[in-house]
């Protein structure tokens, strides 16, 4: 089963450039935003995860651009699970622009498990683990 989740974000005016595009840091919030809705719809968003006296930060991002958005684009966010058996969370994201359906950017990210100390767990926890069983995502 794929476990997946679209987002729509208009592009603010303080998010673009002197060039009036979208200043490419920002490709990596709109990642962010896509794992936030992803965890509100799919009961993994971060609060639930600190719940179980974990922390999951990112270790890994990237991102392709590939076409620019402007000031009132909007956006869609489409954020991917990706299964691994690993200790780790990967998503895969594809973000598009609405009116033409044109992709604009694409890219991953990874994010490790720790403890609230910050040592790193290698095999995942036990929520998680129960978390992909019950989302058919093993």
Same mark, same amino acid.
């Given at each position: ?9 208009? *592009?603010?005016?303080?998010? =673009?450039?002197?060039?009036?595009? *979208? &200043? ?5 919030? /709109? ?11 799919? @009961?993994?968003? /971060?609060? +639930? =995860? ?14 392709? /651009?590939?076409?620019?958005? *402007? /000031?009132?684009?909007?956006?869609? *966010? ?11 969370? =990967?998503? +895969? ?8 359906? +044109?992709?604009?950017?694409?890219? @991953? @990210?990874?994010? =490790? ?12 926890? +036990?929520?998680?683990?129960? &978390?992909?069983?019950? &989302?058919?995502?093993?």
């Amino acid at each position: 089963m794929t476990l997946t989740d679209r987002k729509e974000i208009t *592009v603010r005016f303080s998010e =673009v450039d002197s060039m009036r595009i *979208v &200043w490419h840091g920002n490709y990596i919030k /709109y990642f962010e935003d896509g794992r936030e809705s992803f965890g509100l719809k799919y @009961s993994l968003g /971060y609060l +639930e =995860v600190y719940r179980h006296n974990v922390m999951i930060p990112i270790v890994k991002v990237n991102c392709d /651009y590939k076409k620019p958005l *402007v /000031y009132g684009d909007v956006l869609v *966010v489409e954020t991917t699970f990706i299964p691994t058996d690993a200790a780790k969370i =990967v998503f +895969e994201y594809t973000i598009t622009r609405k009116h033409d359906g +044109e992709v604009v950017a694409s890219g @991953s @990210s990874t994010q =490790v498990f720790l403890t609230p100390e910050g040592e790193l767990l290698l095999t995942s926890p +036990e929520f998680f683990t129960g &978390w992909k069983r019950k &989302w058919g995502a093993e």
